[in-house]
């Protein structure tokens, strides 16, 4: 992510280019902590830029509509096969450009308008593609909401299995956006298969700790998995299924034609670049430090009084009730953060009480801060800078001094590529 490989932008275009620049201070000296954002490594970004961007290649490998594809057909086969060493899926499609449309694929594939989908409740952790009234889903599905359970904030699994038997869903699916314990995928297996329902995975915001051998694989429990592969992966801006052989023709199809036209074969260019890099050993040590830096920032938290919801993590999201905490709205918290140079996103907490626009809560997760090379050391010195700003958020001189202790960190731990 170095500037001179922008000298025709600086060029042709001095005032986006100006942006540009703006954007990589920023980055450079600001700590990500938004959950659902990483940074790709150099090799990825220079695919994501490659001339693989000229290409138009409707339908699959083999199968194309247009002339010149050999080197399409290899990439996209490369991303197919080294997707299938990371989750040994049986059937992959790596032409989603997005998490939303990946879902909708599979939606169009196997369901009718109408049917009944058991998903989890969006205030407890869920995400506004899954069953919001204003998304698609919402519009255009039955959709039944199961949460947490309010003393252990924890997903219910006896409630899901009840309200499974009661409703009868088509489509059963797991996965989250603001929860940060680990699914029982086997549980899930049973209750869908207890129902006759189809068993999908959406595990968008965990996919690189399953590919890093820290959580457990739900495909093999699973009818249908799909995947962002930006997030938290350090991979490019896009999504793929995985599923069933069985499931196969349909989906292909959903995707080409059904909701898209030509795939962006840069962007599985960076995927199959991305994938490679997640084969390495090296990604499974990494993977294991998000979680343990995660923790250690939920141990801070939670010393200092402020309530991590279900009292911890499992993976790489760390939920803070700062309302009930500190009496800070989640909207002031971010902005008090981003001030010193850290970077939260607002989001509610289960059974919140306050406005979506003005939780109660911030999400916190450690994926980027550790591509930077944080250990739970520093991941502990950063979760303290943040309580000081939360607690003395009236102190001006006190924010200025933890706005330049930030600065130190970034220094100290460089995104790798940005110079």
């Known amino acids: 992510m170095t500037t001179h490989i922008a000298k025709h932008i600086s060029d042709r275009d001095p005032e ?3 942006y540009l620049l703006g954007e990589q201070t920023r980055q450079k000296y600001e700590l990500e902590l938004i959950a659902s954002e990483n940074y790709v490594s150099e090799a990825v970004l220079e695919a994501n830029g490659s001339i693989f961007t000229n290409k138009y290649s409707e339908w699959y490998p083999g199968k194309r509509y247009y002339a010149g594809q050999e080197f399409v057909d290899k990439i996209e086969n490369l991303a197919i096969d080294r997707a299938r060493a990371l989750f040994g899926a049986e059937y992959i499609n790596v032409q989603p450009h997005s998490g939303s449309p990946a879902n909708l694929a599979v939606f169009f594939a196997l369901l009718e308008p109408g049917d009944i989908i058991l998903w989890m409740n969006l205030d407890h952790g869920w995400h506004l593609s899954h069953g919001h009234p204003m998304n698609y889903s919402g519009k255009m599905f039955n959709i039944i909401p199961y949460g947490v359970d309010k003393s252990t904030e924890l997903i219910d699994m006896d409630i899901v299995e009840e309200l499974a038997k009661q409703h009868k869903p088509k489509l059963i699916i797991a996965g989250f956006s603001a929860y940060s314990r680990s699914l029982d995928w086997k549980r899930f297996r ?13 595990i968008a915001h965990i996919a690189w700790l399953i590919a890093g051998k820290a959580l457990e694989n739900p495909v093999p429990y699973c009818d249908i998995v799909t995947t962002t592969t930006h997030k938290t992966l350090r991979w490019p801006r896009g999504a793929m299924i995985m599923s069933k052989e069985k499931y196969g023709p349909a989906i292909a199809r959903s995707v080409f034609p059904g909701i898209q036209g030509g795939p962006h074969d840069h962007s599985i260019f960076a995927k199959a670049i991305a994938f490679g890099e997640a084969l390495d050993e090296s990604f499974s040590t990494y993977v294991r430090q998000v979680i343990d830096n995660a923790r250690q920032m939920a141990k801070v938290f939670g010393e200092e009084w402020i ?24 909207k002031e918290a971010e902005k008090i953060l981003e001030d010193i140079g850290v970077s939260t996103n607002k989001n509610m907490i289960p059974f919140d009480t306050r406005k979506p626009l003005d939780p109660s809560g911030i999400r916190l997760g450690t994926p980027a801060i550790t591509t930077r090379g944080f250990d739970q050391n520093a991941s502990e010195k950063l979760a303290h800078i943040m309580v000081s700003a939360l607690k003395n958020h009236q102190n001006e001189a006190l924010l200025i001094d933890l706005k330049s202790q930030v600065r130190d960190l970034c220094i100290h731990y460089p995104i790798p590529g940005i110079h």
């Open 190 to 202: 049973k209750i869908a298969d207890e129902v006759g329902a189809i068993l999908m995975a959406d």
């Open 307 to 330: 309530r991590v919801i279900s009292w911890g993590t499992d993976n790489h999201i760390v939920l803070l009730d700062i309302y009930g905490s500190l009496g800070l709205s989640g």
């Open 16 to 18: 986006a280019y100006s």
